[in-house]
């Protein structure tokens, strides 16, 4: 092990510790602050997001001076609306010139997941991180969960051949499981796995933790010490939900959150919704061409060494009509529109969830594109788009053994600039279409 990886593992397990003791002080009490307590916290946050935009990052100089907009004297959230609504391409386009020329060589660099097909660096302050560690916590903590508490999460491990398809992190007391083999048969192997390791909690993306479910109801196996399930990454549909919430008789707390760190919302032990936590960002709703549905437009509250001001998540949400019984102040959403990921099928035939191959090609520098189309079980084409200068063969091979190991046979890698677009004019990095589809 390196220098540069022991610092970073200290500086992560120092900034988890921050954010856990965040998680028990200032942060358990903000969800209870009055509108205008909150108000006040959010306005303090903000001008200091702003005099960091103001000093450092070339992209908000400009943008201010052509707004005429002093970000000085503001005296209330909605001044930020006299800014326009960023989107993903505009931070694409310009990614330095939204950096902080004071704050990027100590930033933490982040990666999106990139559903939209087109991945995206991000950086993050340290003070961020921290923030984003205590959210986390304080949302664990709502469903009881405490540290080292046993935790079994399908998510995060992709084995290579050979090796085992779980692994235990003894400091955490996390039993990682490979979300890529969701066989019948795996998924058998990991309840009797999981039956004897006895967890409290239940982690993964929706549809790896539903195939599990599945598994367990139709066979009548219960794994009784089992308190809670948490998900993320995918939007948790209904029939997921009830699935796994029969199948082990536990509830579940959805999560959303975003490589861009923009927004972030809960679900409380309610279960009336999920909470837009109004400590980490500033989240506006804005009316979109679907009745009944809004556009979620975001402000992070602590990242200074890379601020997105007025960010399109591109998500869109139904608003609740009613605040949560559980007394938190924090503004509801019912539910979330528009980040289902489909479940696509590994050639002996189980289910491969396919957030995993986003969160793959997040991680490869030299792909600046990709479309992923399955035709069938044993026709998978990757379409590719590579960054300038890159050597083809050698991405190309290294993409097609990574995509067999996860579809289990031999994959069509293709570089090139044409994507498939749906009807509505949507390029989905994910697919499953006949070949004679048009």
């Avoid at 400091?171 to 048969?185: A, F, G, Q, T, V």
């Avoid at 990574?402 to 046979?409: L, P």
């Amino acid at each position: 092990m390196n220098l540069s990886t022991i610092q970073e593992q200290f500086r992560d397990a120092t900034l988890t510790w921050k954010g856990y003791r965040l998680s028990r002080g200032l942060m358990a009490a903000t969800p209870f602050f009055s509108q205008d307590q909150l108000e006040v916290y959010q306005l303090d946050r903000l001008r200091i997001v702003l005099d960091a935009c103001y000093r450092y990052v070339p992209y908000y100089q400009k943008l201010f001076w052509e707004h005429d907009f002093d970000p000085h004297r503001i005296q209330a959230m909605e001044d930020l609306k006299r800014l326009p609504v960023l989107t993903k391409d505009t931070v694409r386009a310009k990614l330095a010139d939204f950096c902080s020329m004071k704050e990027l060589r100590t930033a933490i660099r982040l990666r999106t997941s990139g559903t939209t097909g087109t991945p995206l660096s991000i950086y993050t302050s340290a003070e961020q991180w921290a923030v984003e560690q205590g959210a986390i916590w304080r949302h664990w903590g709502w469903a009881g969960y405490r540290f080292r508490d046993r935790m079994a999460i399908i998510r995060s491990y992709a084995p290579k051949p050979g090796e085992p398809l779980w692994r235990l992190d003894r400091l955490r007391n996390w039993l990682y499981c490979s979300p890529y083999h969701l066989s019948e048969d795996h998924c058998r192997t990991y309840l009797n796995v999981l039956a004897q390791w006895k967890p409290k909690y239940l982690r993964g993306y929706p549809s790896s933790l539903y195939l599990l479910a599945r598994v367990a109801k139709s066979e009548h196996r219960t794994i009784p010490s089992l308190r809670a399930a948490f998900t993320a990454s995918e939007t948790l549909l209904s029939h997921y939900r009830t699935e796994i919430e029969e199948a082990f008789g536990i509830k579940v707390f959805d999560h959303y959150g975003q490589a861009e760190i923009t927004a972030m919302l809960h679900e409380c032990e309610a279960h009336e919704g999920l909470h837009v936590l109004s400590d980490y960002g500033y989240v506006e709703f804005l009316p979109s061409d679907q009745p009944g549905l809004f556009r979620m437009i975001a402000t992070n509250l602590q990242n200074t060494a890379m601020p997105l001001l007025r960010y399109d998540t591109g998500d869109l949400v139904e608003l609740s009509e009613k605040p949560c019984s559980c007394g938190r102040r924090f503004p509801l959403v019912k539910r979330i529109v528009g980040r289902s990921d489909q479940l696509l099928l590994h050639r002996d035939g189980h289910q491969i969830p396919s957030i995993n191959l986003y969160t793959y090609f997040a991680k490869q520098d030299d792909v600046v594109r990709f479309q992923i189309i399955q035709y069938s079980k044993e026709d998978v084409e990757v379409r590719i788009a590579l960054r300038a200068g890159v050597q083809e063969e050698k991405v190309v091979t290294s993409v097609r053994r990574e995509m067999r190991e996860r579809f289990g046979g031999d994959i069509a890698v293709v570089v090139t600039q044409e994507f498939e677009q749906s009807g509505e004019g949507k390029c989905l990095p994910i697919l499953q279409k006949a070949r004679w589809d048009t």
